[in-house]
């Protein structure tokens, strides 16, 4: 190859300068940009819309051509600060592009006292951004006055527009901002300061870390994408979804499938008249069906097999592994629920009375890690 590119500049220094030149800003212009790499590292996460996940990881992608010295950055910061700031635009529609409507506006910051504030911003964008031409009012999933959008606003899906009320737009504005000059957001106090910058208080510090830190338990980033379960893995998960649609009965199921349960349930809940499953008695009748005999409860089943700690995230799970939930994930004894993992971030379970046995997204309150039996 080597000789080959040698002999052909060769030829093109005979042909001449000026001409040489021109094929050389014609080849610029037509060598394609290389391609993005792909957003969609992650599976479902429950309680964020697909589409600002993906606008989430879209930022998190992007933004090193944006602020080339910053460190650290991964979708669960900037999900812990939408989470706090608009509850991931829950309750509107967001198209396909972004779009979010209708619009999310904070209160008017007039210094009235309304929604606590007490200083006033008077208007800086004519009303373009918050419809509002008199004073300030955050705007977008991300809670931006117009007039710092003015410098931390990046275009995000090509679209030759900055616009906070557009998912990816505002994604990685937010990204930018956090960013600064340059921070190392996998730097603990780094990663604080840069929240404190973004909302100086320290309440609201506490707030969006806990919900880093819960997204962040779901994964480190990448969730496998694709994973195939088989042998006895594949067994106990055909078990547990040939039972989708049975009813969740407080302390029912058995090594046999389905039976009715007991009273009662911390909320009141009998089992005694529904036939059915609760969580743990679907993971005990999908495990029977390999020969492995599980305890009853949750917390139990915990200790059964090889203990996946949450610390290192969905993407240390497999197929057919027992997913727990505490309400201290560091504390086996606090496991209040068990499911039987999927692959791509999704499990089978018996969530709760008045429900039926289904698949969903892991939860992202209270991942306690798994459990390998196989």
Known sequence: ?????????????????????????????????????????????SGIPARMLAAYQNAATRLPQQVPTCRGMRWPILAGIARIESNHATGHTISPGGDITPRILGPRLDGSGAGGNVTAFPDTDNGRFDGDTAYER????????????????????????????????AALGAAVYLCGKGRDLGDRGQLEAAILQYNHSQAYV??????????????????????????NARTVIDAALAQEGVPYSWGGGNANGPSTGICCSPSGKSGTHIRGFDCSGLALYAYAQVGINLPRTAAAQAGA????????????????????????????ATIHHVGIYLGNGKMINAPRPGTNVRTEALWDDGFAGGTRLL
């Open 206 to 231: 506490e707030d969006v870390l806990g919900w880093i830190d819960r997204y962040s338990q779901l994964s480190t980033g990448t969730i496998p994408i694709g994973q195939h379960a088989t042998g």
């Open 138 to 169: 955050a705007v977008g999933p991300f809670q931006f006055l117009p007039s710092t959008w003015n410098g931390a606003g990046r275009d995000a899906n090509d679209d030759q527009i900055t616009d906070p009320h557009n998912a990816d737009d």
């Open 305 to 332: 097999g090889r203990r996946i700690p949450a610390s290192a995230g969905v993407g240390a799970l497999k197929p057919g592994d027992l997913v727990f939930f505490a309400y201290n994930h560091t504390n086996d």
């Open 1 to 45: 190859m080597t000789r080959r590119l040698g002999c052909a500049a060769f030829l093109l220094a005979l042909l001449g300068t000026p001409l040489l030149l021109l094929l050389i800003v014609i080849a610029a212009q037509t060598t394609p940009r290389p391609a993005a790499p792909p957003i969609e590292t992650v599976g479902q996460v």
